[in-house]
């Protein structure tokens, strides 16, 4: 089911109580068409925590599925193998060994993507670097948001994107295989540009794509998933610290606002206080494994971050 960015304006505007209606009415769609043959991608994250919450109150069977990746949090990982009913997956390689095949992804997948296929020889990457679709037309990359990083394809690092899909969307699709289960994550639509055109084309549940997938959650937004823990009391992992409001009367969290991978440096440039200046703080010893052990700094040197 198609949607244009108008119908996202609007249901990302509903109240709480609505999105909650519409995404487990998404939810069970799913789990009928499917017959219950499916499973929550739980990372331990605070969307996909939501997720399961309200997954579960629709279909108490349900299982969750965790990848463990040895790059979150150890709270994270703690809290997401504290629930029941969750099955741990393991990637068939470890971070350090995709960092010497694939290298770090920075500054973005996007970029990341388009660095690695250039140095790889291919005709339409360097244009995207450019912001020109393949027959030298404008795209809808912007030129300012991709050229600026072209200099990264004479740097003495390995970039790509490979590494989500090596450590987690393998173990991911292996298991999707073998167990014969549709899986629904809790992804955002306004997280990235890639997830919004996702949801434009195909709505929260594609069941025609060629792999089939359930993103209930896709109209919330950041202000949804904070109120729905803070108000259903609902317990989430601790890295995040507490959840308050500052004084616009927004929700935010006093620890972590994100976590995926500990060691992403995706958006470093962006912060201003990054996350690896966090980490010096509140996780030391992954702090000197990150940045010397694994090399991280010298990364960040060369691309003027500061950690």
Request: glycine share 8%; charged share 25%; aromatic share 12%.
């Amino acid at each position: 089911m198609k949607h244009t960015a108008e119908d996202l304006k609007i249901m990302q505007g509903w109240p709480l109580a609505r999105k909650i209606q519409v995404t487990q009415t998404r939810i069970m769609e799913w789990y009928i068409r499917h017959g219950g043959a499916v499973a929550v991608s739980f990372s331990g994250g605070k969307d996909s925590t939501v997720l399961l919450d309200l997954a579960r109150r629709c279909h108490p069977d349900i299982e969750a599925v965790f990848v463990d990746t040895g790059l979150e949090f150890p709270e994270i990982r703690t809290f997401a193998l504290s629930k029941e009913n969750v099955t741990r997956l393991t990637p068939d390689m470890n971070f350090r060994e995709v960092l010497d095949v694939y290298g770090w992804c920075y500054p973005s997948k996007e970029v990341a993507t388009a660095i690695y296929y250039t140095r790889q020889g291919s005709e339409w990457a360097p244009l995207r670097l450019q912001g020109l679709n393949r027959d030298g037309t404008p795209s809808r990359y912007r030129r300012t948001h991709y050229s600026q990083w072209a200099y990264l394809l004479d740097s003495p690092f390995k970039i790509s994107a490979k590494c989500c899909g090596v450590m987690k969307e393998r173990p991911l699709a292996r298991y999707q295989r073998t167990s014969g289960k549709f899986p629904i994550i809790g992804t955002l639509a306004d997280e990235s540009q890639r997830r919004k055109q996702a949801w434009l084309q195909t709505g929260c549940n594609a069941f025609d794509a060629k792999q089939p997938l359930s993103k209930p959650l896709s109209f919330w937004t950041e202000q949804d998933i904070l109120r729905y823990l803070r108000d259903f009391n609902i317990p989430y992992a601790s890295v995040y610290g507490e959840i308050v409001e500052d004084e616009k009367g927004r929700l935010k969290t006093t620890g972590e606002s994100r976590t995926g991978c500990v060691f992403c440096p995706i958006g470093a440039h962006r912060d201003k206080v990054n996350r690896f200046q966090r980490l010096k703080t509140t996780h030391p010893a992954l702090y000197d494994y990150c940045i010397k052990t694994l090399g991280l700094g010298e990364l960040l040197d060369y691309v003027g971050v500061k950690y």
